[in-house]
């Protein structure tokens, strides 16, 4: 298993923070190269999700089974692709003045995981900076 994690502070309220993180849809703004579809659910426990990431034929779809939703702290889904496979995470922590901070972590399997930790982190870091400038 191979983690990597980002976190970031936002000037926004953790009830706030939660709704961006956890707009499947609206993660397209935020999220490079990715657009994410909701298969099944309502957004929450159960919800089934797949998110297409890459351009062109470099694209690939990784589905994912939202199965920890403990609204507004944690969420956590079981990647099932055939890219992507273990477990992605997003906490959200409540900080002073009404502000929040979100964490994104995920633990992959495999080769490629272990690959591309590297290149994992700082995709996230953009990822979430692009999450606050969004959620501002």
């Keep these: ?4 994690s980002a976190s970031i502070d936002l000037s926004i309220e953790p009830a706030a923070a939660w709704a961006a993180v956890t707009d499947w849809v ?3 703004a935020w999220m490079p190269l ?6 099944s659910g309502d957004g929450g426990l159960g919800t089934r999700l797949s998110a297409r990431t890459g351009v062109g034929p470099l694209a690939f779809v990784d589905t994912m089974t939202i199965d920890v939703w403990d609204p507004p702290r944690r969420c956590e ?7 992507v496979r273990g477990r992605g995470i997003f906490t959200v922590s409540s900080l002073p003045d009404g502000r929040s901070r ?6 992959l399997e495999g080769v490629a995981a272990r690959l591309t930790a590297p290149l994992s982190r700082p995709v996230l870091a953009l990822a979430l900076h692009r999450l606050a400038r969004v959620a501002a």
């Design 34 to 39: 990715t657009g994410v579809s909701v298969d």
């Design 102 to 107: 979100v964490t994104w972590t995920e633990e």
């Design 77 to 83: 889904v079981a990647h099932h692709g055939r890219v």
């Design 1 to 4: 298993m191979t983690a990597v």
């Design 26 to 28: 609206g993660q397209a």
